[in-house]
């Protein structure tokens, strides 16, 4: 069964950081062949991709609003994918999910066929 874990969120402090993690057990979805997605969604709103990574070649994308403050990151044997947030503001609070296909990143494809449940992030002080 194909399902995707995230972990890592929490109630940070405006200026804090996190590191999200997205994994999946490696017989169902190998990272090595699937562009992985980050994606956010706050009360209210709709869902918005936060940036992906290249399976191909560990390239990144990312949504204006985050750029120079998360980066995405990837661990092969791990088979697992990392958000790290710094420089956290209030709206970047949200559920934050992570997302597996092939060839999806390059192209801004959002349309990501395995989902994983998300893991909470709130920016309070």
């Known amino acids: 069964q194909v399902q995707l874990m995230e972990s890592g969120g929490g109630l940070v402090q405006p200026g804090g950081s996190l590191r999200l993690s997205c994994t999946a057990d490696r017989f169902y979805l190998d990272f090595y062949f699937n562009d992985i997605g980050w994606f956010r969604q706050a009360p209210g709103k709709e869902r918005e991709g936060v940036g992906c990574i290249s399976s191909s070649d560990g390239s990144t994308m990312y949504a204006d609003s985050v750029r120079d403050r998360f980066t995405i990151s990837r661990d092969i044997q791990k088979n697992e994918v990392y958000l790290q947030m710094d420089n956290l503001k209030p709206e970047d609070s949200g559920t934050y999910y992570c997302?597996?296909?092939?060839?999806?990143?390059?192209?801004?494809?959002?349309?990501?066929?395995?989902w994983g449940q998300g893991t909470q992030v709130a920016v309070s002080s």
């Open positions: 997302a597996a296909d092939r060839r999806r990143c390059a192209s801004g494809n959002e349309e990501y066929e395995f």
